[in-house]
Structure formats: C-alpha cells, structure tokens
C-alpha cells in the first residue's frame, strides 16, 4: 500500500528532515510513527499525501511513484489519504455536520450522497448528537472527532494521523485512540504519530522508531521504547 | 461532470466569499467601476478626436483652375476626367463669373473691385476628396493635365491633422490598455486578498482531494461579478458625464456633433461588460493559479 525506497528529504533552507528512509507497509495495517522531536515524524507522513516531495529515493502509495504526480493530478491522490492534524483544522464558521459535508462537497458528491454519508460518519465518531455544534462550542476530543469523520467521508483508504492526541487530555487520547483502531479493524490503513508512550504502550501495533539517522526500529506488537521489552 | 449541488455550493460559495469581505468587495466595484470608466472614457475622447482629425482634412477642397481659353468642351471633358481620379468624392464646377462675383463678395465692402473692367477670375472645380491622404497623389496628377493652370490645396494643414489622427490613435489605445491593466491588478489584489481570507477552506479543498478547478471556480466567479458591477458602474458613470458634456454644450452643435465617437451605446455597454466579465476572471484567475502553486496546505493551521 504504501512505500518508502531509500527517502531523504532535505527542506530548502537545507535542513535535513529525513535520511535513508526504507519502510513497507501493507493494506489495514496499523503503525505508529515515534521518536522524539525534529526526526521527521510529520515529515514522513507529508510525504505519503504529497506536501512534500522527497529530495532523494522514491515514495509509492498504492504502487504509484508519489513525486511524479503532475501538480494538477495531486487531487487523486489525496482522495486516497485522509489526513487528521493536532490542531483539527475544522472550519471555526461552520457546523459539524457541515464541517464534515464540506469534504463531499468540493470532491463533487451529490446532494443525495451528503444526506446519506454524513449522518453515518456523524454515528461512527459518535457525534450525532452534536451535529448542529460550532467548533468552538466543542471539547477537543469532540473536535478531533470531527475531523477524523472529516478525513473519512470520502472514503480514502489510507488514514494518516500527525499527532492526533498531542492537544487532548490522556482519557480523551484514549477514546480517540480506540475510534482509529476502530477504523483500522474496518479496513483502513492508519499511519499515526505520536509522542505519547502510554497510549503505544497500551496498544502494542507496529512501531517505527525515527532518530536523526533514521529508521532505528522497525517492530511488531512493539512498545514505546526498545528497552521497554525488557520491562 | 459537475452535478447540480455542485454547482449550487460554488455559486453560494462565492456569493459567501463577497458577502464576508463586503468591503472589499465594494472596494474593488468603485475602482473597477471608476478605472473602467476612465479607461472607456479615454478611449471614447480618442477615438472622437481621431475620427474628427481624419473628418477635419476632408473639409478642405482642393481646387483646380482651368487654363485661361479652354473651350467649354473640353472644360466638361476635364470635368469628367477629374471625377474619375482616384481619392476623388465629387467634383463641383465654379464659372469664372461666379467666381469672380465670390470674390468680390468676400472682400467685403471696404474695398471696392467695380472700377476693374474686366474678369480676371479663372474658371474653376472644386473637388472634395474621398480620403485626403491620397491628397498629393491626386495633385500630381491633376497638375500633368494640359488644361489645368493652378491647384489650391492646403496640404500642411491636411498632413498636421491626419498626423494628430495617429497620434492620438496610438495614444488612446496605450493609455486604454495602461489603465485596463491596472484595474486588472486592483481586482487581482482584491481576490488575492479573498483567497487569503479564506485559506483555511482552500487548504482543506486541497487536503481532501478537491480538483484544482473546483477550487478556483467561486473565485472566478466572484472576480467576474465584482468586475462586472463595476462595468455597470462604468456605464452609469459615462452615461452621467455624456449628459453632463450633452447640457454644458448646449445648442452647440457642430461640437457635439463633430466629436462624436460614433460608438452606440449598446455596443459601448457591451463592450464593457465583455471588459469587465474578461477583466474579472483574467486577474481572478492569475491570482489563484499563483496561489495554489504557492499555497502550502498549513495555512489551515492559521
């Protein structure tokens, strides 16, 4: 589903985000991306939906060389890629439900198409009841929640979540944790970084550990931690 | 391709983008309305003058005088000969006694020709000409005539005024296009100044997949609709300056008449509603392109 070949990624005011990155990941898998601050953890992930492109190697989603998309084709690729941020990014002037139709809109649904996805997104994040809500009337697991039901309406099959959990307290890191597995056991693939060692902990998925030369361990049902194995 | 909600969301989008930035919006109608107008305007005043410099050589006949003995025949054989000349409008003959009795008119009462016993005058053509510039060609040629003594022409004058014509032709259709350009920034500048306001919506189009025409559209269409309620500004604004100039000349009608662009004034709304819809979606378009090669998706985190 997705793959890095040999990726570097160095920024423009010559900053070096990324080194040698090699990594496969397969379809519905979950994987958490951690390592401290400023190895690229963000960086990685902007390279799967095409805000970056990689200075060196190749990236492939669903087999297709990332950074040789034409600019006005990159549209494709991000209806494969749903993307939750942890700041939200929702839309402060508009309603849940209208945060989440927002999406369907400008990819062209129908009016048929909204009346009927919305609500069974809405029911999926468990936020029917909030549908009529402003952002700013919401709690941040509320507003999270918007934004993952946001990222999947249109159906992507690959959910990237760049430090979902980095703005909430730990219970309602927890719920938001539970509603990506949630989605991972339906299908989808989720990449997610992280910076909280309780939550990876707890869950034991896959984990890829950055540092400064790269990748420094790449482990199923993994902790936190290496050393945490001998814990 | 596009599905009616489709179109539906874009056009309220759009209206949405002018109604939260109303000043803005107002803004960029005055100075579209008022550039427009200025640059219309211009163009008008150009084109008046530049026709009334072509029309103004025309005024002036060129007139030929027969030689002194001719006999009649052969005047009205030249009469026909003339008409045929290329550059040639018509041909008008004058006889040396009223030619004569002209002059003696012209001098007026000061100066008395009745002691002169003879006529000196000269039978004569007057000629208006189709095209002034062909001017000296067609005096060339009419000197080589056997039969012609003398040709009349103000030449100078003919070639300072169709000179002016170009002038001022050339003038008008730069100052037109300086001034369209301008508008074309200002607009610019207002949707750019749309387009930042809303960054956020813009940058979660592209996040999620939103094709890249699908984007520009409610811009475009703003862009289109500000500079067309400023070209209906423009027209309002031209229509009061023509009534205006229409009272302050009065019966002076050879001014009026003499100065007119001969654009009616369905074609001058025309044209510039065409300006205006061309000018919006010009400027609105090169905005957004810049933008979305340049717009980073983080403006959403803003």
Same mark, same amino acid.
Do not use: C, H
């Given at each position: 589903m997705i793959e890095f070949r040999g990726v570097s990624l160095i920024y423009p005011n010559g900053v070096l985000a990324l080194r040698g990155i090699n990594l496969r990941v397969e379809k519905g898998e979950f994987v958490f991306i951690v390592g401290p601050t400023g190895t690229g953890k963000s960086s990685l992930l902007k390279l799967i939906y095409r805000e970056e492109v990689p200075t060196e190697g190749t990236v492939l989603v669903d087999g297709q060389d990332v950074g040789a998309i034409p600019e006005g084709e990159v549209w494709r690729l991000r209806r494969k890629v749903g993307v939750v941020f942890q700041d939200f990014r929702l839309l402060p002037d508009r309603t849940v439900w209208e945060n989440i139709a927002f999406a369907l809109r400008v990819t062209g649904a129908s009016a048929r198409q909204i009346r009927r996805r919305v609500p069974e997104f809405l029911e999926l994040v468990g936020l029917t009841h909030r549908c009529d809500s402003f952002p700013s009337q919401l709690s941040g697991g509320e507003q999270q929640r918007t934004a993952i039901a946001r990222a999947l309406v249109t159906d992507p099959p690959i959910l990237l979540a760049d430090e979902p959990t980095g703005n909430l307290d730990p219970d309602t890191s927890w719920e938001i944790m539970q509603l990506l597995e949630r989605i991972n056991l339906r299908g989808s693939t989720v990449l997610m970084s992280t910076h909280d060692s309780e939550m990876v902990n707890r869950m034991r998925r896959r984990v890829v550990a950055l540092d400064l030369n790269g990748i420094a361990r790449d482990e199923q049902r993994a902790y936190y931690h290496a050393e945490s194995v001998q814990r | 391709m596009l599905n009616p909600s489709s179109v539906e969301f874009l056009v309220l989008e759009a209206l949405a983008n002018i109604r939260r930035n109303r000043l803005m919006a107002l803004a960029a109608v005055l100075t579209a309305g008022v550039s427009l107008a200025i640059s219309a305007g211009f163009a008008l005043t150009a084109i008046a003058v530049h026709r009334a410099c072509e029309k103004l050589p025309q005024e002036f006949d060129m007139a030929v005088y027969v030689r002194r003995g001719t006999p009649p025949e052969q005047v009205s054989k030249l009469k026909q000969t003339l008409a045929a000349l290329p550059g040639v409008a018509s041909v008008t003959f004058i006889s040396k006694e009223r030619g004569w009795q002209e002059f003696k008119r012209s001098l007026g009462q *000061? /100066?008395?020709? *009745?002691?002169?016993?003879? &006529?000196?005058?000269? *039978?004569?053509?007057? %000629?208006?000409?189709? *095209?002034?510039?062909?001017? +000296?060609?067609?005096? &060339?040629r009419i000197r080589n005539l056997p039969e012609v003594d003398d040709i009349l022409w103000r030449q100078n004058e003919v070639r300072f005024f169709t000179g002016l014509a170009r002038v001022v032709g050339i003038a008008g259709a730069v100052a037109t296009v300086?001034?369209?350009?301008?508008?074309?920034? %200002? %607009?610019?500048?207002? %949707? +750019?100044?749309? /387009?930042?306001?809303?960054?956020?919506?813009?940058?979660?189009?592209?996040?999620? $997949?939103? +094709?890249?025409?699908? /984007?520009?559209?409610?811009?475009?269409?703003?862009?289109?609709?500000?500079? $067309?309620?400023?070209?209906?500004?423009?027209?309002l604004l031209i229509r009061l300056a023509g009534a205006y100039l229409e009272a302050l000349t009065g019966d002076l009608q050879s001014i009026t008449r003499f100065l007119d662009s001969g654009v009616a004034p369905w074609q001058l709304a025309a044209l510039l509603m065409a300006a205006g819809l061309g000018l919006g979606a010009l400027s609105s378009y090169l905005s957004i392109r810049r933008y979305l090669k340049e717009g980073s998706l983080e403006a959403a985190a803003q």
């Open positions: - | *000061d /100066i008395s020709m *009745d002691d002169v016993l003879y &006529n000196p005058a000269l *039978d004569s053509f007057k %000629i208006r000409m189709s *095209d002034p510039r062909m001017g +000296r060609d067609l005096q &060339n300086v001034l369209f350009l301008g508008s074309a920034f %200002i %607009i610019g500048n207002t %949707i +750019r100044l749309g /387009i930042y306001a809303r960054r956020r919506e813009v940058s979660i189009m592209r996040l999620v $997949g939103a +094709r890249p025409s699908f /984007i520009r559209f409610p811009f475009l269409l703003e862009g289109m609709l500000l500079a $067309g309620a400023g070209a209906v500004l423009a027209l």
